[in-house]
């Protein structure tokens, strides 16, 4: 018997990179596949693939959560939030419409989907909530301040909601990756570009080498198959971790944030990302 059989498990962000992936991988395990994307067409070849039902939508609309779930027929085994994404640039010029579209998508859209499938998890004394975050909900890097508030947001929710939903037998893990060979990256130069190219901004020089810390952090990457594998043991195991860091790199940035001091660990991700350091007082 498959570990997974007889499970409904839903994914958003299923059309690409880890989403795809542990799509992939669940249903090899067995599991009955509810997936949700924006790309309709990318989420139908995944459907074809994995014998899933696509839910495409953009899973910010009001009705989107709840849209995903009903497909679910009252049954809920596994959720997992994968839907996210990054925009760069400094918390000062980000305007009010972009950050809080990282909010809606990054953790408002989980939130929702996690009310909606506690009822059917608690009546069946079980069930697991996967939620993917990131290094950036333990940090705060420069330029991505409102990416690391909504994962710092997605973070504190996992905590609390684990020690709520423990009762029922409810497992509640997060993923906290570190680089990995998705379209993230790409994505996220690809929105920071207008700020990239305004020759007037005082932020300009920290986009400078924007370009060469990407391939740099790209050379530690984890594929989207390494992150999935990592996911779909969390669903499979009995008694999960709380968190799972995957790469060398967000393991070894997690421990290095327990034991060094503030001012040390700010100087060294001043030097990853090759900002100026603070101002001297006159």
């Not at 989107?64 to 990054?86: D, F, K, Q, S, T």
């Not at 594998?229 to 999960?240: E, G, K, L």
Request: glycine share 8%; aromatic share 8%; proline share 7%.
């Amino acid at each position: 018997m498959a570990q997974l059989e007889n499970r409904t498990a839903v994914v958003t962000g299923a059309s690409a990179g880890i989403g795809r992936a542990t799509a992939r991988l669940l249903a090899r395990h067995g599991a009955r596949l509810v997936l949700n994307a924006r790309r309709a067409d990318r989420l139908a070849e995944l459907a074809a693939e994995t014998g899933a039902t696509a839910v495409p939508g953009d899973i910010p609309d009001p009705a989107g959560p709840a849209r995903v779930v009903e497909r679910c027929g009252g049954r809920v085994g596994i959720l997992l939030n994968n839907a996210g994404y990054g925009e760069p640039g400094p918390v000062e010029t980000v305007s009010e419409e972009d950050y809080r579209r990282q909010f809606e998508v990054n953790f408002f859209s989980a939130a929702a989907l996690i009310q909606l499938v506690l009822p059917a998890m608690r009546r069946a004394r079980g069930g697991t909530i996967v939620n993917v975050s990131s290094v950036a909900g333990k940090f705060g890097y420069p330029l991505f301040g409102w990416y690391c508030a909504s994962k710092h947001a997605l973070e504190g929710l996992s905590d609390s909601l684990r020690l709520e939903s423990a009762p029922w037998g409810i497992r509640v893990v997060l993923i906290e990756p570190g680089p990995v060979e998705t379209e993230f990256f790409d994505v996220a130069m690809k929105e920071a570009q207008p700020q990239m190219d305004d020759g007037e901004s005082p932020y300009r020089p920290f986009f400078e080498h924007a370009e060469s810390i990407e391939k740099d952090m790209m050379k530690r990457a984890a594929t989207a198959e390494d992150v999935a594998s990592v996911i779909a043991h969390a669903c499979i195991a009995d008694r999960p971790r709380a968190r799972y860091a995957v790469t060398a790199m967000a393991k070894g940035s997690i421990f290095l944030n327990r034991i060094l001091p503030q001012s040390w660990l700010d100087a060294g991700i001043r030097k990853q990302f090759r900002v100026p350091g603070p101002a001297v007082a006159p």
